[in-house]
Nanobody
C-alpha cells in the first residue's frame, strides 16, 4: 500500500508558476507509476501528466505540454509537477495518483487528498 500527500497548491496570477509535490509513504515507491490529475468544478477528473516507475515514459495532456513538467525523486519518495505559464483554465483541484507497475489512469488504485490551484486572470 502507498499513501499520498500533495502540497504546493495556492493562488497565482496568470503567467505565474507553481510547483506541486506529492510525498508517498509505504514501501516500493520506485515500482509505482505516478500521475497528476485535476478536477475543475462541474467537470470530470482529467489526466495531466504521468511518469513511469523507471522514468522511461513520461506523458502529458495536450493542454499542458510545453508548460508543465513532471519529475520524480525515488530517493525522496516524491513526485513533482512544475507548472509554468499558468492560465485561468488550469484552475482545479490537483490530485496525485499511483499505480504499481501499470499505466496510471483515472481508475488508479491510490490517490492523494488533492491540493487546490487557483489562477487569477
Amino acid at each position: 500500500q502507498v499513501q499520498l500527500v500533495e502540497s504546493g497548491g495556492g493562488l497565482v496570477q496568470a503567467g505565474g508558476s507553481l510547483r506541486l509535490s506529492c510525498l508517498a509513504s509505504g514501501r516500493s515507491f520506485s515500482f509505482y507509476t505516478m500521475g497528476w490529475f485535476r478536477q475543475a468544478p462541474g467537470k470530470e477528473r482529467e489526466f495531466v501528466a504521468s511518469i513511469s516507475w523507471n522514468i522511461g515514459n513520461i506523458d502529458y495532456a495536450d493542454s499542458v505540454k510545453g508548460r508543465f513538467t513532471i519529475s520524480r525523486d525515488n530517493a525522496k519518495n516524491t513526485v513533482y509537477l512544475q507548472m509554468n505559464n499558468l492560465k485561468p483554465e488550469d484552475t482545479a483541484v490537483y490530485y496525485c495518483a499511483a499505480e504499481r507497475l501499470r499505466v496510471v489512469t483515472t481508475k488508479a488504485s491510490h490517490w492523494g487528498q488533492g491540493t487546490q490551484v487557483t489562477v487569477s486572470s
